[in-house]
């Protein structure tokens, strides 16, 4: 039987260290001692209806459950190093939330953390509001369906991402980026994907400045481009886009099929360009 702790409150370093196979209800992490990694390398625990306001709570944790709970702004890089969690109906408001971290399943949560998901692995994020900067940098394997998302800098250096049915509100993302898929999202934000391989978007309204230059296999499906000027200067791209496009410049190779566009900029480039835009009649 698991052990059950309810309604008590904790706020002095390491309070429940190494807590293995127990049930944490009701429970506050706060307090003058002001105490740091309170449930440090926790195995089979669950958390529900439980307030934080310490840092470093929940690191090196493996299988943990984390229901309608709070972290606040003082619950700095909360979880680290931890494996197997899920994260439902929550609250992740501190910085530097999650890192390092493997297999963490996030849904219907508000995420309002600077420098979230770095360095992860196996990352899923569904039906939640995710404000940060540096989104993801450097991190694998990561899906995210439903979500409002507002930041900059976001995506960064990233391997295997899948996102689907998503609003982004966020600048210079993609960057460096492989082997991405978008689908049925709003993608709002300068400097979309340079020096990304592989970036596949698939009914998407894009939306901002220079987009989609320095890519490699670029692949566009029936999207649509607003505002989209200077776009796919030296990518290889293949592209079928609905509208206009307010000017193409320099695409090194592959076709680019719209049905409008403002200007088409060739020539004083810096490498070979064969890339072709095609103007549907």
Request: aromatic share 8%; proline share 1%.
């Amino acid at each position: 039987m698991k052990k059950r702790i309810e309604g008590q409150q904790f706020d002095e370093e390491r309070s429940l260290y190494n807590l293995t196979n127990a049930q944490v209800v009701d429970c506050v992490f706060a307090g003058p001692a002001d105490g740091e990694s309170v449930l440090k390398e926790a195995r089979e625990v669950s958390l529900e209806n439980c307030r934080f306001s310490l840092r470093y709570p929940l690191w090196h944790v493996k299988g943990f459950r984390l229901h309608d709970s709070q972290m606040d702004d003082k619950t700095r890089a909360a979880i680290w190093y931890a494996e197997n969690g899920k994260i439902t109906d929550s609250d992740l408001l501190g910085i530097k939330a999650v890192r390092e971290c493997r297999d963490i399943d996030l849904r219907n949560c508000t995420i309002e953390s600077q420098e979230f998901g770095w360095k992860s692995n196996g990352i899923t994020v569904t039906d939640s509001r995710l404000t940060a900067e540096y989104l993801f940098l450097d991190s694998k394997n990561v899906k995210l369906e439903n979500v409002e998302m507002k930041g900059k800098y976001s995506f960064q250096y990233m391997e295997n991402l899948e996102i689907r049915n998503c609003d982004l509100d966020t600048k210079d993302a993609f960057w460096h980026s492989k082997n991405v898929t978008v689908v049925d999202s709003v993608v709002k934000g300068e400097y979309l994907g340079w020096f990304s391989e592989g970036l596949t978007l698939v009914n998407c309204r894009i939306i901002g400045t220079q987009p989609l230059c320095y890519c490699k296999k670029l692949r566009l499906v029936n999207c649509t481009m607003e505002d989209c000027d200077l776009s796919f200067e030296y990518s290889d791209v293949y592209a079928t886009i609905e509208g206009h496009v307010d000017s193409i410049k320099n695409p090194r190779s592959g076709e680019i099929t719209v049905d409008s566009v403002g200007e088409i900029i060739l020539g004083d480039a810096v490498m070979e360009c064969s890339g072709k835009v095609i103007i549907r009649e």
